[in-house]
């Protein structure tokens, strides 16, 4: 039988929500919401915007991961004399970001700063 209580209702619009404004799956949308959960409490009606501000994507398996993508995009140390990009410290650098700028949690990353 379906829960039909107004907390589950409420679940299902959120999550209903989240699919259209970021452009995810139904399952992709309950993990988003389950990651917020874990992050910041509970998502509400009114946090859909910052869930949207905050959202940085799911594709990774790890801070490191998601730091690598991040200089690769925003082509932080693009043109750098290739001594300074081989030691370049992947993982100094996420550990850094997740301290005040970013959170991981199962995959999914999200800004701290919405």
Not at 45 to 56: H, K, S, T
Request: net charge negative.
């Amino acid at each position: 039988m379906t829960d039909l209580s107004p907390e589950n209702a409420a679940g299902v619009i959120l999550r209903e929500e989240i699919e259209d404004r970021l452009c995810v799956a139904s399952t992709d949308a309950a993990k988003i919401m389950e990651a917020w959960s874990a992050c910041f409490g509970e998502p509400t009606e009114d946090g859909i915007d910052a869930i949207e501000d905050a959202y940085q994507g799911s594709a990774w398996l790890s801070e490191r991961e998601f730091a690598e993508d991040f200089v690769d995009s925003t082509g932080l140390i693009n043109g750098e004399n290739e001594l300074l990009v081989r030691y370049f410290d992947y993982e100094s650098f996420a550990r850094d970001l997740f301290i005040d700028d970013f959170v991981f949690h199962n995959g999914i990353v999200f800004s701290r700063h919405w």
